[in-house]
Structures are given as C-alpha cells and as structure tokens.
Nanobody, 124 residues
C-alpha cells in the first residue's frame, strides 16, 4: 500500500523559510516521480514543483520560481520542498503527490497518490 506522509509545515513570518518533507512507502521510491501541490482557502489546488524519477529533471511553477526548490533523497525515500523568501500568498495546505505508475512525469493531477497535506501559514 502506497503511503505519502508530509511534514515540516507551520507558521512563519514573511521572508522566512521552511522545508517540507514527504516520506513515501510501499514501493520502489527511486522509480517514481514526486511532486508538490498546494491549495489556498477558496482556491483550486495548483502545481508547485515536481522531480522526475531517480535524480531526474525538475520543474518549478512560475509563481514560486527562484524561491522554491525540490530535491529527493532516494536512500531515505524522501522528497523535499525548500521554500525561501516566503510570502503571505504562499499560505496553503501543501500536498505531496506521486504517479500510480513508474517512469512517468507529473503532467496533471490525475492518477496520483496523495499525502494528507501539511499547513503552511505565512504572516505579514
């Protein structure tokens, strides 16, 4: 059974940093792309970042480019989202996600396993 468990959220002042972690279990982690999405109150869930399988290609949403980065540690079955220069508009629940099948990238929100989410609140 695939499980994704996020951690690292919290309350931070604008300009601060947080690092989110997502630990995956139930399959061979290195063979699967991993991604982060977020959902702010009253808004649709949106893509934030992804990293392809093994030590693959990354993609960052334009809204966070230059401030957020994604990385993975295959030995720890963990993907990270480093968030710097946080802004109040980054306030959201952040979700870890991964495709149901190996060796495919994250192109949509379909056919993904999801974590339970972790709250990030940025105060002004």
């Amino acid at each position: 059974q695939v499980q994704l468990v996020e951690s690292g959220g919290g309350l931070v002042q604008a300009g601060g940093s947080l690092r989110l972690s997502c630990v995956a279990s139930g399959r061979t982690f290195r063979n699967f792309a991993m991604g982060w999405f977020r959902q702010a109150p009253g808004k649709e869930r949106e893509f934030v970042a992804r990293i392809d399988w093994s030590h693959g290609i990354t993609k960052i949403a334009d809204s966070v480019k230059g401030r957020f980065s994604i990385s993975r540690d295959n030995a720890k079955n963990t993907v990270y989202l480093q968030m710097n220069s946080l802004k109040p508009e980054d306030t959201a629940v952040y979700y870890c996600a991964s495709p149901a099948r190996p060796y495919i990238t994250i192109a949509t929100q379909d056919s993904l396993y999801w974590g339970q989410g972790t709250q990030v609140t940025v105060s002004s």
